[in-house]
Each structure stands twice: as C-alpha cells, then as structure tokens.
C-alpha cells in the first residue's frame, strides 16, 4: 500500500454516495432473484428488496466492457450482512488471483473481515461460512456464469475459495482464532470436511491454522501470569515472595522472548487487589471479563459485607469514577496510580486516595542515569512493540464504536498499550520533577531527548510522542530556568520534536513524517483512534434498509490496515551494547515508578524550579 | 492569526468528555449531512468554515480532539494558541459536565483571559432525561467569563449559534486587544517557553501564573 498516498488523500474530504434509481434495463430474472445493471451500479434484489448494491470503481485503469460485467471494477456499496460475504467470497477469491497481489488493488475482503463485527458476531459469520462450504448460495442467481463446468468442479472450486478466505482472516488477525470458540469450531469441522472431500492441499493449509491456534492457546496463559505478576508487583512493591517464581523464569526466557507477544485473553485470569475505605485490601483472582457485579459479589463475600456495594476507581488525585454493574473488563482500565475500591455506596464521598498513590517522593535513584540513552530507547521500543502487536485490530473496533456495544468483548491489550502513554509522559514529568538540583535537570532533560530521537530512528513514533508531550506536562514546561540552562542544539532537537506534535491541518507533519517510512513502525495510536472515531461518527453503520453501509466499514477499514501494515514486518532493532544486567533494564522499563497527579506535579516543579536556582538566577539577570 | 484587513483568522478548539457529541456538532456544522438520507463518509478530522459577521470576514480552522479525550496529555498541543474553545457536556451526564469544569480551570490556568470559552450542553433533545441543572450551569459559565448555550446535533438546534456566538466573542476580543496595541500573538504557555527573552522581560509575572 502506498502510505504516502494514503495520508495525502486523509486531506481530502470525502466522497458520496447517492443512491442510484431504479433501472428498467434488467438482464437477470429468476423467480425471486433480479439484478439490474446499470453504467455505474449494480443491484441485486431479493423478494424485490434491495440485498446488495455495488457501484463502478473510479478507477480509470478498470477497462468497461458493456458485454461482460466484471466484478472486479465494482465496489461493494451497501448490502446485507450475509450477501455481502456471498458475494465477495464468490467473486473475490478467484484461485487465478495471487492474493497477495490482488489485495492491493482490492481489499473487499480485507475491509470486511476487519470490519465484520459491526455487523454480525462471530457465530453468525461461522455459520453463514459453514453454510456456504455445503452449498446453497443464493448470490449465484444473481451473476450466472456463462462458462459450462460440472457441479462437482463448482463445488470444489467453491470449497477452495472459502479456505482462502479463511486463511485470509487468520492472516489478519490470527488472535481472534484461538480466542473465540466458534471460530474454533468451525475450523475443526471443515478440516474433517475437507479430509472426506479429499482435498489435501486446502486440509493441509487448514491443519496448519489449528495447529498454530492451539499452540498459542497453551503459550498466552503462561506469558499472561508473568504479564500480570509483573503488574502486580508494579502496584505493590513490598510483595516480594510473589514474583520470586517467575523471575527466574524470566531470566531464562527474556532473550528468546524479547520480541514474542502473547496476547491477553478475555477467558484469561488477572489477579489484582482490592481496597475498602480503611485503606486494607485483598487480592482476587478474576478472568478478564468478570463483570463489575461479579467483583462486588467477591468482595462481599470475602469481607462477609452485606450492604450494597460499589466499585469504584479511585485516582490519586481524588477523582472518583463507579463502574456500572455490568462493565466487564474494568481492571486493565485503571489510571497509571489509581487504584479498585469495593465499598458501600455512602462511603463514596468520604473516601481518600491510599499515600502510595502518590507516587515517588524523593529524587529516585534509578537506572535511568546509569543506563545510555540508546539502551532504554531500545528496551522502551522492545516494551511498546510487545503491547503494540498484542492488540487485535477487534479491539479498536470495540474502543472506538463502545466496548459496551459488544457483548463478552474486552479490550485489555489495547487498555495496556494505551495506558502506557500516559506513563511514560508522566515519568519524564516526575523524573524532572523530583530532580532537585538544576544540572541534574538539564542533564535529564538531555538524556529524554536523546532517547526520543533514538525512539524515533527505531520508528517508535508512540514513545516518541509520549516523552515529547511529557516535556511538553505543563510542570516541566514551567522550568524556566532548567530550560535556560538547557544548550542550544538540545533546544533545537526538542523544538524539532515539538513540531512533529504539532495537529496542524490534521497532524500533516507527522503524517507526511511517517508515511515515508516501511515497516515495522510503532505508530501513534490516538491519532488512528481518531480517524475511525470521525469514520464512525460521520455516517451510519446500517442504512434505514438495514443494509450495512459497506463505504463506511471501508474507511474504517482503512486506518486498520494501516494499523496492520505498520506491523506487517518483524520489529528488528540491533541491540545496543548492555550495560547493566539485562533484567534490570527489562524490569525497570516496565516498572516506572510515576507521579500521576498534575496538580503535585506543578507544585513540585514550581518548589525546584525556582528555590534552588535563585542564586543562579541573579547570576544570569 | 492576526486580522488582515477586515478578515480574521480563529483557532476553535473542542473539548469534553467522549460521547458527549463534539465530533457530532462540529460535522453538523461544517458538513451538515448528519444523519441525513444519503450516506456521507468523512476522512479529513480538520475542518474550516468561512462567516460573515457584520461584512467582516472570518475564518475557523476547528480542531477536535476525537476519541482522544483519555489522553489528557494531549489536551495542550490542541488548546495551544487557540482563539477560542467549545466546551461540550452532555445534559443528561452530570460527570461530563464536571469534566467541563475540570478544562475551564485549565485553559484560564494557562492561556488566561486571551481565550473566549463558550459552555454548551449537548443533546437537548433528550430534555426529559436531564442530569445537569440548567440554572447552574448558566450561572457557572457566567462566573468564569464564558458563554452558555444548548444544541442537539441530532435535531440541528443551536448548532449555528454557537459557532457565530464564539466567533463573534472572538472578533471583539480581538479588536480590543488591537486598540489595545496589545500584540496577539503572544499568548500562554507556547510563548512563555519558545523564548528565553520573553522570560526575562517579567521573571517576576511567572511564578504567579501558576498558581491562579
């Protein structure tokens, strides 16, 4: 795909579509199906209804030939759930196309396996797949085909579309195939279909998919327990015989494992705690999706509290927000320093934040002085691309459109990955903040620099970001003096940076900065997070027919394959020569010790910046 | 930014809580195809919009900040040198009127008086199931110098007016400041930090701005 052509055409502003009229020039009839083609479109009824619409590509290439209809010059405008997916699997996955090749010139069926869940769940597409495999396909009424074949040649061919269409999804998004148990099922039913059909080849492909599925299946709930013990451990230091286990094996494991990402589930546990208004807690064991009642239930019984409770993150700045009884997948949710409470509903206002939530209170001594620049970039980046591939492009759908409109559906890996931008922006905050002498300032303020120019040679444009806009907090902006301090050629690299941050005409400079590069990139998500939120908001989903509007899933689903080719490669960074012990670093990076409260943010940087260099201050005026 | 010749130049900037309708007014706004029978899909999230008040031209380049109201972090880089912004919550969400709240005490704590606000409760088409006091909220925008108004994107109510409402707040603020012979392009905390000799001009004026 070419990017660059991509973010010139974000500028444009769209196109229309205006629904075509009748057509009297009808050359297809059977009883119940007609299809009428017209110049510009296609329509396909059924029972007289409107069941597929399909207009003329504006692409001037596409030869049109008023004999024969191409299918390929026309794109998918609206239609029903279920006819959209006949139709695209009966016409565009022609064993003659390479695939690869083909997909670059159409993404129909990209664009709808991105966007299906906005339409239909997964039952529902596994069912109409396992339907089509047998037969029945009502869609061919409406495009007969000229050619003489046997129906046995047909049906084999259309067997072998429907597998290509599977690899295809998988392809895409392998998470959802050992996630989702009718996915599962399906696959499992047609490879014993394909074993009695005797196609070898296609069984072969598939029993690979299944293998690979159940391999990651057994993998994920291992790295999940490490995932969330090193969470864990992140909220509450002091525990220390709880993660003893695993830091051996994560010694063992670390190099081999340094680029492995493996998603979090929503069938998989996370144990975390928590608090009641005295400030005690417990710890609890949960899947993913539990819901908020379910919670609240646990924690009754377990303090043996009869009142009716509430749950409720509470952040260090005492800002409060109650979860709704069926919120589910509430824990990855929790702001950097916030921290669950579980109490009756009239202690709400009377509740204060735990002093941990504070953050750090002192100048931390920590590695980031020890280690080079270059170094925590690189781990930064190996951190970030772990999180970045472990989201499903499902769970953007899911952010974007309201996880509530989901049923079951959780969006943890994304939750993770988006919380640590807030982290990191707040640890250059608190790092610059607590640094109470004015050269360790400067010098800090160097070193994240740095580090954001390695992060943007590794094409980690999100951690880029996060320590740009930490620098730009309004507590480190305030540090006149440290910035006077700061040299030139450092104030010039930041400025630089700053630039890129810049949202003129729709973030034009890191658009043109970023569709220049191939992949792998760690782009900056909100900015994809708001291109679909302005895709949803503009249009509708279904139309007053109840077709789905195919233009809109197309835009959608053009930011999501952007999402997709900035990780269609492997990240591969050299590493840069250790200085300290691997496990430091790796621990330290995913365990940065913040204060997430701006308010003691601006205190503090107003205390440092100007108490200890008054002296220098008069030196200088 | 400055006015050339009768035409003036605004940076609007939209903030609120998510699903309050920010990004719903402003299409209703600068398209006006919300909702409608034909299908319209929308790649460009900038948008501009061309009036005339009183024979005086003036262009807003409005900037939303779209599904990224979780990164508060953000919020600077597109408030940042705005002339103007929308504060939008939801009437029936008395937490995004407190969010609200949470950005008028921002914005005045950083860019101060050189920015016009204007409050807007979002959805009044859903009156009956109201959650933030009207009375209030009127006298809360009045305390803190902004204006108030009340739209429903969906029905396309007050939608128009609150554009011309700021816009028009924005031209006399701007030719006061003008006669003023008070430059406008230095403003808030861009300014304050791009150059040490402004720090210089009033190092006495800095410590004090943070703490209002």
Same mark, same amino acid.
């Given at each position: 795909m070419d990017l660059f052509r991509f973010f010139r055409s974000m500028y444009d502003v769209g196109c229309q579509f205006v629904k075509k009229e009748d057509s009297v020039d009808s050359k297809v009839t059977n009883q119940e199906t007609s299809t009428s083609f017209e110049k510009d479109s296609i329509i396909v009824r059924f029972d007289h209804k409107d069941v597929l619409i399909l207009d003329r590509k504006k692409d001037p290439s596409l030869v049109f030939s008023e004999n024969e209809v191409d299918p390929k010059c026309y794109d998918v405008t609206t239609g029903l759930p279920e006819t959209v997916l006949e139709y695209l699997l009966e016409t565009?996955?022609?064993? @003659? @196309? @390479?695939s690869e090749g083909n997909s670059r010139v159409d993404t129909l069926v990209d664009d709808f396996l991105l966007t299906f869940p906005l339409f239909m769940n997964e039952e529902e597409l596994c069912s109409i797949l396992k339907r089509y495999y047998r037969g029945t396909v009502r869609i061919q009424h409406a495009f007969p085909s000229n050619e003489k074949k046997s129906p046995q040649d047909i049906g084999r061919k259309r067997k072998q579309r429907l597998v290509r269409f599977i690899l295809r999804w998988n392809k895409l998004s392998y998470h959802i195939f050992y996630e989702n148990e009718h996915v599962k099922q399906l696959l499992k039913g047609l490879v014993c279909d394909l074993e009695k059909d005797n196609l070898p080849d296609e069984l072969s492909l598939l029993e690979q998919v299944l293998d690979q599925t159940c391999n990651h299946s057994r993998f994920s709930n291992g790295y999940d327990d490490l995932m969330s013990s090193a969470l864990l451990e992140n909220k509450d230091s002091s525990d220390a015989n709880h993660s003893d286990k695993s830091r051996v094996s994560l010694d063992d494991e670390l190099m081999t494992r340094l680029n492995d990402c493996y998603p979090i589930k929503a069938c998989d546990n996370v144990i975390f705690q928590v608090y009641r208004s005295d400030h005690t807690y417990s710890k609890f064991r949960c899947?993913? @999706?539990?819901t908020v009642r379910h919670i609240i239930k646990q924690c009754c019984e377990k303090w043996r509290i009869d009142d009716e409770c509430i749950l409720c993150e509470l952040k260090s700045n005492g800002e409060k927000q109650v979860f709704k009884y069926d919120d589910i997948g509430i824990v990855s949710r929790v702001s950097v320093n916030g921290r669950l409470f579980v109490i009756p509903k009239e202690e709400l206002d009377c509740l204060v934040p735990l002093p941990e939530q504070d953050g750090p209170e002192n100048e931390i001594h920590s590695s980031l002085t020890e280690l080079s620049a270059k170094e925590l970039a690189y781990h930064l980046t190996i951190y970030e691309n772990q999180l970045f591939r472990s989201v499903s492009v499902y769970e953007f759908l899911y952010h974007v459109f309201g996880?509530?409109?989901?049923?079951?559906?959780?969006?943890t890996n994304l939750d993770l990955f988006l919380n640590r931008l807030d982290e990191i922006q707040f640890w250059v905050a608190t790092e610059l903040a607590l640094a109470s002498h004015i050269s360790k300032r400067v010098q800090l303020m160097k070193k994240f620099i740095k580090i954001a120019a390695h992060c943007k040679d590794f094409k980690n444009w999100n951690t880029f970001f996060a320590i740009i806009l930490g620098l730009n907090n309004s507590a480190v902006s305030r540090m006149n003096h440290t910035w006077e301090r700061l040299p030139t050629k450092f104030r010039k690299m930041f400025d630089d940076f700053s630039g890129i941050l810049n949202p003129s005409r729709n973030h034009r400079v890191y658009r043109l900065s970023m569709g220049s590069l191939d992949p792998p990139i760690i782009p900056f998500l909100p900015l994809f997070i708001k291109d679909m939120t302005f895709a949803h908001e503009g249009s509708e989903t279904l139309t007053n027919d109840q077709l789905v509007n195919f233009t809109k899933m197309r835009l959608v689903a053009s930011t999501l394959r952007l999402i997709q080719f900035c990780r269609s490669n492997p990240l591969t960074v050299d590493p840069p020569t250790i200085s300290k012990g691997l496990r430091e670093v790796y621990k330290y990076v995913r365990q940065l010790q913040v204060i997430d409260n701006q308010e003691r943010l601006d205190q503090l940087a107003l205390d440092t910046d100007f108490k200890p260099s008054s002296p220098t201050k008069s030196q200088t005026l | 930014m400055a006015s050339v010749a009768g035409r003036y130049q605004f940076k609007i900037v939209l903030l609120g809580e998510g699903c309050v309708g920010k990004t719903s007014l402003v299409l209703r706004y600068c398209q006006d195809k919300f909702n409608d029978k034909h299908l319209t899909t929308l790649q460009a999230s900038y948008l501009t919009k061309k009036l005339n008040i009183d024979g005086k031209r003036v262009g807003l380049s409005i900037w939303d900040t779209a599904g990224q109201e979780r990164f508060h972090a953000l919020g600077p880089i597109y408030y940042r040198d705005s002339n103007g912004a929308i504060l939008v919550y939801d009437i029936t969400d008395e937490d995004s009127f407190q969010k609200v709240k949470n950005w008028v005490k921002e914005l005045r704590k950083i860019l101060g008086d050189d920015i016009c606000l204007c409050i807007v409760g979002n959805k009044i088409d859903l009156e009956r199931d109201r959650h933030v006091d009207g009375a209030e909220a009127e006298a809360y925008a009045k305390s803190v110098g902004a204006k108030h108004l009340l739209a429903s994107a969906k029905l396309n109510k007050g939608v128009d007016e609150l554009f011309l409402e700021l816009a028009k707040a924005m031209v006399t603020a701007q030719d006061a400041s003008a006669s003023n012979g008070q430059s406008s392009g230095r403003r808030g905390a861009s300014s304050r930090k791009r150059g040490v000799e402004i720090v210089d001009e009033q190092p006495a004026g800095q410590p004090k701005k943070g703490c209002c």
């Open positions: 565009r996955l022609g064993n @003659d @196309d @390479d899947r993913r @999706d539990s996880v509530r409109n989901f049923p079951g559906k959780v969006t | -």
